[in-house]
């Protein structure tokens, strides 16, 4: 333990020195054939013992603290080890619907969802419609909500704008945000800080985040959907094509990013 090699290596300094003093003493005493004082000693030697005992008085509270602080966070641990597992059932318990659109997933849920939202946008640029559409798209062709309704791609778009809408998802997320603002706030230590953030960014955030980066990074390979569901334009009939990641699916990433960042090393 660092603190035990702390200890020695004082001791052995402090030791050190005792031992000059006394020897270079010894030296003096022959050599000028002093008398040996004991209250002189005495005088030396008393504050120097007293130096080593509060020097090892610190340090022994210093070990007792922190080991206080790591037994403390053992008994704290399960505790936020079991409120994740409830929020993971949360959010299992978030259900999309499926029913409008063919999907090999039996559901989609508050965990998965990144799974689906890339199948049913492979599934868009597969559609006839969809080329035909972002063909004129490319050439300035403008959209209208009707004519998207007239589509047959229309029911992905709906199944998508489930999470360009946003609400849902922000809704889950609370849950993720606000257990990380209570860990920050607990007498965890540090590392099971980081060891239960890290199990949040790898079971439940992980591919959220990932997703609005991928697509961040190659927006030109992302399909563009039709945003019919704009509340900012809610009232023209016109409606822009835009990514995924460019409307309020996006609204949660960069609070999630910063509260479960990675641990500096």
């Known amino acids: ?67 206080n602080r790591i037994i403390q966070s053992q008994h704290l641990k399960p505790y936020f080890e079991n409120e994740l597992i409830e929020i993971e059932k949360k959010l299992k318990s978030y259900k999309f619907d499926l029913k409008i659109v063919e999907s090999k997933y039996d559901e989609c849920n508050g965990i998965n969802f990144t799974s689906v939202i890339m199948e049913q946008l492979t599934a868009l640029t597969q559609d006839q419609d969809y080329k035909d559409d972002t063909t004129l798209l490319e050439k300035g062709e403008v959209f209208t909500r009707t004519y998207i309704m007239s589509r047959s791609y229309y029911n992905i778009v709906v199944f998508l704008a489930s999470f360009t809408i946003g609400i849902d998802l922000k809704l889950s997320f609370n849950y993720i945000i606000e257990f990380a603002d209570e860990i920050d706030n607990s007498k965890l230590l540090k590392v099971d800080i980081e060891q239960i ?33 704009d509340y900012q334009n809610i009232h023209d009939e016109k409606i822009e094509f835009t990514t995924i990641s460019e409307t309020l699916f996006s609204e949660s990433y960069e609070l999630l990013k910063t509260k479960y960042k990675k641990a500096s090393a």
């Open 1 to 67: 333990m660092n603190y035990k090699k702390y200890i020695l290596i004082t001791l052995g300094i402090l030791i050190s020195l005792v031992l000059i003093d006394i020897l270079t003493g010894i030296y003096f005493w022959n050599r000028l054939h002093l008398i040996f004082s004991s209250s002189t000693f005495n005088n030396i030697a008393t504050p120097i013992v007293g130096i080593i005992a509060v020097i090892i008085y610190s340090l022994a509270l210093n070990i007792s603290f922190k080991q």
């Open 197 to 229: 953030k890290r199990k949040v960014r790898k079971d439940l955030i992980g591919q959220y985040i990932s997703y609005i980066e991928f697509e961040k990074k190659d927006r030109k390979f992302i399909p563009l959907i039709p945003n019919i569901f």
